[in-house]
Structures are given as structure tokens and as C-alpha cells.
């Protein structure tokens, strides 16, 4: 199994601010011979169903803000959201379909301060 | 534009079998890759498994071999069995399309499992 393990648990931040959250992988979502990591990037707020924000660890999906941004290769990888806003407010996985049982991370919770 | 509608009993008795079904329109349901995902209170997302083309399967290996997922062409339906159920599997469950990078999501059920 591929363990996704997600840092920090939670995240208080004023307004405008940069959000950082960390996502690794016990071991490695890249596929070489594609080039491609295997990592995708969910945001959930309260009551609502997962979103999906970014994909192959950084391709933004359509119409979401371009303040949301994902980098990192192999098992490293981080979600940035810059100038945080209200909207924002929600729960952020990272998830890996890299293997055939797919996993995600526990979560981690952006609030605002 | 597709829609889901996770539909089913919100109450299910402990070692009874779950039963779901996810009402699609928009997309057939004959093609495709149909996921489903449940989230526990408070918890974080669990992938249950996909079928893909009303036959293909994958399902998470960790659930003993008690799910299965099958399409109803004939309604446009997608089905959950989740059988022996215990109250480890009270959750809020959600299908979705795709196999993987799902953007389309029903908005979820409740499942409590209790006597």
C-alpha cells in the first residue's frame, strides 16, 4: 500500500496570506516512462463533496483560481495557496492513483485567524 | 453536464448488507468509469473501488471481498453491495465518475449502521 501522510494537521492564517501544505508518499507516485506523478490535489468544505483542485501534481483544473498552485515530484509534494481568501476555508487532501488501491492523505484543515 | 444521486436506506443493522444506488443523467452509465468513496464522521476519504465499462472492477483490497460494484444499464444506475456491515462502516458515501481525478461527485448519503 502507498501511505500518504499530510503536514500540518491544520493551518491558521490571516487573510492574504500564503498557505502551505506538505503531501509525501511512502513511496514513489512517479511513472517514468510517462513523466507523470500520480498525485492529485481535493478540497472539501463542510457538507459539501470533495473538489478536485489540481491533478498530476500540478495541472489546475478548469475555473479554479490560479492562487492554487501544486509542485513536487516522486514522493515530495506541496499545495500553495497564495493570498488566502474566506472561500478557502475547507479540509485539503492530496491523493495518489499510482498503485490500484488508491489512498489519500489524512487532511489538513485551513482556517482563517 | 452529468448529475449523481447517491439514494438509499440511512439506517442499515449490523451484518446486514448496504445497498446504494447512484442515480446518473447526463452520461451512460455503460461507459465510463463509476467510483465510489465514503468518508466516516469526522474522518478523512476512503476510495471503495470503480467499474469501468459495466463489467471491469477494482476494489479496495482491505474490504475483505465484501463490495461489489455493478452497473443497471437499463435505469442508468450505478450500484453499491457492501455486505456484513459493522459500525466501522457508518460513513457518508459518494459515487463519482471517473477512475481516477474525479470532478464529478453526487453530494453523498448517510449510512449509519446500527441495531
Known amino acids: 500500500d502507498i501511505v500518504m501522510t499530510q503536514s500540518p494537521d491544520s493551518l491558521s492564517l490571516s487573510l492574504g496570506e500564503r498557505a502551505t501544505i506538505n503531501c509525501k508518499s511512502s513511496?514513489?507516485?512517479?511513472?517514468?516512462?510517462?513523466?507523470?506523478?500520480?498525485l492529485a490535489w481535493y478540497q472539501q468544505k463542510p457538507g459539501q463533496p470533495p473538489k478536485l483542485l489540481i491533478s498530476?501534481?500540478?495541472t489546475r483544473e478548469y475555473g479554479v483560481p490560479d492562487r492554487f498552485s501544486g509542485s513536487g515530484s516522486g514522493t515530495d509534494f506541496t499545495l500553495t495557496i497564495s493570498n488566502l481568501q474566506a472561500e478557502d476555508v475547507a479540509v485539503y487532501y492530496c491523493?495518489?492513483?499510482?498503485?490500484?488501491?488508491?489512498?489519500f492523505g489524512p487532511g489538513t484543515k485551513v482556517e482563517i485567524k | 453536464q452529468v448529475q449523481l444521486q447517491e439514494s438509499g436506506p440511512g439506517l442499515v443493522k449490523p451484518l446486514d448488507t448496504l445497498s446504494l444506488t447512484c442515480i446518473v443523467s447526463?452520461?451512460?452509465?455503460?461507459?465510463?468509469?463509476w467510483s465510489w468513496i465514503r468518508q466516516a464522521p469526522g474522518r478523512g476519504l476512503e476510495w471503495l473501488g470503480f467499474?469501468?465499462?459495466?463489467?471491469?472492477?477494482s476494489y479496495n483490497p482491505y474490504l475483505n471481498r465484501r463490495v461489489t460494484i455493478s452497473v443497471d444499464a437499463s435505469k442508468n444506475h450505478c450500484s453499491l453491495n457492501l455486505s456484513f456491515v459493522t459500525a466501522a462502516d457508518t460513513a457518508v458515501y459518494y459515487c463519482?465518475?471517473?477512475?481516477?481525478?474525479?470532478?464529478?461527485w453526487g453530494q453523498g448519503v448517510l449510512v449509519t449502521v446500527s441495531s
Open positions: 513511496q514513489s507516485v512517479l511513472l517514468s516512462s510517462k513523466n507523470k506523478n500520480y
Open positions: 467499474i469501468y465499462n459495466s463489467a471491469t472492477t
Open positions: 447526463g452520461d451512460s452509465v455503460s461507459s465510463d468509469y
Open positions: 498530476w501534481a500540478s
Open positions: 491523493h495518489q492513483y499510482y498503485s490500484t488501491f488508491f489512498t
Open positions: 463519482a465518475r471517473g477512475e481516477y481525478n474525479w470532478n464529478d
